[in-house]
């Protein structure tokens, strides 16, 4: 089975754009969580959408948000980016309810300028 | 407020020794407890999950838990350098999919 992926791997943006990160969960999962991970912060849950609804949310400001597609596949956007949006972004998918296992892609490393 | 609490280290061990990890979380309905391993710059890599009381082994990891006192440690036998991470605790509820995790603590396995 292949694993969560992720897309692009790194990013630079200056001040005020807009990104779009893109994850294709594992197949099969239904379940896909976004986190910001920061040096300072930890990991930090972002969102998490299941069956094209988002689900649950962290406590992030409204310019984070996401969207999932009928494939499960999903994508993050955050706009009007500022300085302190540099982050490793990760995304998980999960395996299900009974064992909610959750796998991380490989991450996409958001640099603002 | 759930919490996963983990000492953040580094915990420093000698190659070829045991390394042992510990973890506390505060939600008693937890039922689902993992650990992930990350190495500097990569994403969190699921290394074992562990849904009851007592041990469980996977090669050179076991994972302990203990509901009652509520904690979860993870033991490393036989520890090399490339084990040399931050390892992450991580607990659920169940029938959740959104884990609660720690902050980390970092290992050092020197030669």
């Known amino acids: 089975k292949a694993g969560v992926t992720q897309t692009p791997r790194y990013l630079i943006k200056t001040r005020g754009q807009q990104v779009t990160l893109s994850c294709s969960p594992i197949?099969?999962?239904?379940?896909v969580s976004w986190y910001q991970q920061t040096p300072g912060q930890g990991l930090q849950f972002l969102f998490e959408?299941?069956?094209?609804?988002?689900?649950n949310k962290g406590n992030f400001p409204g310019r984070f948000s996401g969207r999932q597609f009928s494939n499960s596949r999903s994508e993050m956007n955050v706009s009007t980016l500022e300085l302190g949006d540099s982050a490793l972004y990760l995304c998980?998918?999960?395996?299900?309810?009974?064992?909610?296992?959750?796998?991380f892609g490989p991450g996409t490393r958001l640099t603002v300028l | 407020q759930k919490e996963v609490e983990q000492n953040s280290g580094p915990l420093s061990v000698p190659e070829g020794a045991i390394a042992s990890l510990n973890c506390t979380y505060s939600?008693?309905?937890?039922?689902?407890f993992f650990w992930y391993r990350q190495y500097s710059g990569k994403s969190p890599e699921l290394i074992m999950s562990?849904?009851?009381?007592g041990d469980k082994e996977d090669g050179r990891f076991t994972a302990q838990l203990n509901k009652a006192s509520q904690y979860v440690s993870l033991l490393i036998r036989d520890s090399q350098p490339s084990d040399s991470a931050t390892y992450l605790c991580?607990?659920?509820?169940?029938?959740?999919?959104?884990?609660?995790f720690g902050r980390g603590t970092s290992l050092i396995v020197h030669p």
């Open positions: 197949s099969g999962h239904r379940s």
């Open positions: 959408y299941f069956s094209e609804t988002q689900r």
């Open positions: 991580a607990v659920n509820r169940g029938g959740s999919y959104i884990p609660t």
């Open positions: 998980a998918s999960t395996s299900g309810p009974e064992y909610n296992e959750q796998f």
């Open positions: 939600d008693r309905v937890s039922q689902s």
């Open positions: 562990i849904y009851s009381n």
